[in-house]
């Protein structure tokens, strides 16, 4: 699997510690935001949003990082998220919290 990723970025650590806790072997591609790797064709064929994190997993590119992060538990079933329905939803809301309230409350001070 390929990680593209800025350390820096709160999202690039989200994934990254879901990968290194489940023991899923990854490459590391470093996209450095700050010369504007993002916007490059190249990456713009991992991402055609030029937004990081992204992985790509033999033929499947997926980008955002909850929907990474679910799909990183999916293939280890029972590691993060519920099976049960209901308790699944509830951890998607709580993504869905993050995303809308936290990430932009606290953005400054988490991306370092």
């Not at 955002?64 to 308790?87: C, N, T, V, W």
């Not at 990430?103 to 988490?110: D, L, Q, S």
């Amino acid at each position: 699997m390929d990680f593209y990723a800025f350390p820096p970025s709160p999202n690039d650590r989200k994934v990254r510690f879901v990968l290194k806790h489940l023991g899923i072997p990854f490459q590391d591609h470093i996209v450095d935001l700050a010369s504007g790797a993002q916007k490059k064709p190249e990456y713009l064929k991992v991402n055609p949003f030029g937004r990081i994190p992204a992985i790509v997993d033999g033929d499947f590119r997926l980008s955002e990082s909850h929907a990474i992060m679910q799909y990183l538990a999916d293939k280890k079933p029972g590691s993060f998220f519920p099976a049960d329905p209901r308790a699944r939803i509830d951890v998607t809301r709580w993504q869905f919290w993050s995303t809308g309230q936290w990430g932009p409350a606290c953005g400054a001070i988490t991306f370092e």
